[in-house]
């Protein structure tokens, strides 16, 4: 069971990536997903998700209206395009698969391996 991160790399402001995350031993259909990030120096937070009952996005607001999670079921395959990237969007990219408790918080139950992202001004 694991999730494989890929995609990351090096881009100047303003351009564009599109991270991946491949499951395997496990069904993407039956957790709620999101991209978790930790900056140099930072802690580790939460920056999208979508719940496994009725798809709904949410988004942090650092990221909202730059960046789209998505997945593809029968690829077994999530993503996050990230657009119009800035240099405070430098950061270690770890997808997660999990579940929602009382109060709307996901819990990861998997971890990607984390995918680099540098973004250069």
């Known amino acids: 069971v694991q999730l494989q991160a890929s995609g990351g790399g090096s881009v100047q402001a303003g351009g564009s990536l599109k991270l991946s995350c491949q499951a395997s031993?496990?069904?993407?259909?039956?957790?709620?997903l999101g991209w978790f990030r930790q900056a140099p120096g930072k802690g580790r937070e939460l920056i999208s998700c979508?719940?496994?009952?009725?798809?709904?996005?949410w988004y942090a607001d650092s990221v909202r209206g730059r960046f789209t999670i998505s997945r593809d079921t029968s690829k077994k395959t999530m993503y996050l395009q990230m657009n119009s990237l800035k240099p405070d969007d430098t950061a270690v990219y770890y997808c997660i698969a999990g579940g929602i408790r009382k109060g709307g918080e996901i819990v990861p139950t998997y971890w990607g391996q984390g995918t680099l992202v540098t973004v250069s001004s």
């Open positions: 031993g496990f069904s993407l259909d039956d957790y709620s």
């Open positions: 979508v719940t496994r009952s009725d798809d709904n996005t």
